[in-house]
């Protein structure tokens, strides 16, 4: 066993310097029983998914609205300008993490699905549609 990894009753224990040590220097390895679990920051985690990107192809329709496609998820919207439909995108990739996450042991295990779970966990990271809309890329 790794040197930097924890027993969960000794990690129980100090619980609150555990917390604290995290938040303001590393993630803790942490062993129970057969579990083993990572205990991150939000930063550390925005900062591991960093290279997670949202990409969308941009298709301007007939009646000169917006549709993008997001590459990594099977979800698409229409909106007036790029700027709203980058927004409407962002708001429908957050409703998806959400309904991910709360069915989280069924889609984390789905063929179709399980690769989203670094998207989804990104997402709800972001914690907004607006901040989303921010990180999609037009391929």
């Not at 609150?16 to 390895?29: I, L, T």
């Not at 942490?30 to 591991?48: C, G, N, Q, V």
């Not at 549709?67 to 229409?78: P, R, T």
């Amino acid at each position: 066993m790794l040197m930097i990894v924890e027993q969960a009753t000794a990690v129980r224990k100090e619980w609150s310097s555990v917390c604290d040590s995290v938040v303001r220097e590393k993630p803790h390895f942490i062993k129970r029983t057969r579990d083993e679990l990572i205990l991150s920051s939000y930063e550390t985690m925005l900062s591991l998914l960093r290279g997670y990107h949202f990409t969308v192809s941009k298709c301007k329709e007939s009646d000169g609205s917006i549709s993008l496609s997001l590459h990594e998820m099977d979800i698409v919207v229409n909106g007036t300008t790029i700027e709203l439909a980058k927004e409407q995108m962002g708001e429908a990739i957050l409703e998806y993490a959400e309904e991910y996450y709360e069915n989280f042991a069924f889609y984390s295990h789905a063929p179709n699905r399980k690769d989203h779970v670094p998207y989804v966990m990104k997402a709800l990271l972001l914690r907004d549609g607006e901040s989303i809309g921010r990180e999609i890329v037009c391929a």
